[in-house]
């Protein structure tokens, strides 16, 4: 299974900047790399996806490793109600996602 | 209206009760997904089906069965619920026909096996 780690929490202050990091090691050349996150009470939602190109969305940016072994999203300016946990997922071929444990962004005010 | 809805969305059942969730969907999809999530842990993937005719185990389906009745309708069933069953339950839909795209998360299903 393709695996991704990452840190278990991470804090921020409101207004600025945040930078969410992603290790996998183990990505094949087609896994797509995902991200998703999750607010409390809430189904997962898309946030952004990337293959081999830092992306840009209107909600944050991917930047991407060279090696594609490592990933961090960025959040350009934390929000209140960007506290979430932010899953890091590697899709395989066939649109399987193996979601992990996440990180848990706090942000304060 | 909500584009992934799901039935019920909070259910207290008993050891040994069958059960069904069920999850219906209006994005006109193909593919659609059971996950369960446990308290403080990330999503595992249960049954997944790229089709009506297209149903395939995931990493933890022991327990549990899926019927695709309809492209728009994935129904979860556990057969004889335990309480290690107890988890909150998502339905996620995708496009079937692209190369990288999102999945479309159901608002969730709390059971409770007692």
């Known amino acids: 299974d393709a695996k991704t780690t990452q840190p278990n929490s991470m804090e921020s202050n409101e207004e600025e900047p945040v930078h969410l990091p992603c290790n996998h090691s183990?990505?094949?050349?087609?896994?797509?790399i995902h991200w998703y996150r999750q607010l409390p009470s809430q189904g997962p939602e898309y946030v952004i996806h990337g293959l081999t190109s830092n992306v840009n969305n209107r909600m944050a940016s991917l930047a991407i490793a060279e090696d594609r072994k490592s990933s961090t999203l960025i959040l350009h300016r934390a929000t209140l109600r960007d506290a979430a946990v932010y899953y890091c997922i590697l899709r395989r071929p066939f649109n399987k996602f193996y979601f992990g444990s996440g990180t848990k962004l706090n942000v304060k005010p | 209206d909500a584009d992934v809805t799901q039935t019920p969305r909070n259910r207290i059942t008993k050891t040994g009760k069958r059960i069904m969730l069920e999850c219906s969907q209006t994005?006109?999809?193909?593919?659609m997904y059971w996950y369960r999530q446990d308290p403080g842990l990330g999503l595992q993937l249960i049954y997944y089906?790229?089709?009506?005719?297209?149903?395939n185990k995931g990493e933890i389906s022991d327990g549990y069965s899926v019927s695709r009745q309809a492209q728009a309708k994935f129904s979860l069933s556990l057969e004889s619920a335990i309480p290690n069953q107890t988890a909150l339950y998502f339905c996620?839909?995708?496009?079937?026909?692209?190369?990288?795209?999102?999945?479309?998360f159901g608002p969730g299903t709390r059971l409770t096996v007692t």
């Open positions: 089906s790229f089709d009506v005719k297209d149903i």
């Open positions: 183990t990505i094949s050349g087609t896994d797509y």
């Open positions: 996620a839909t995708s496009e079937g026909d692209r190369e990288a795209y999102e999945q479309y």
């Open positions: 994005k006109g999809h193909d593919r």
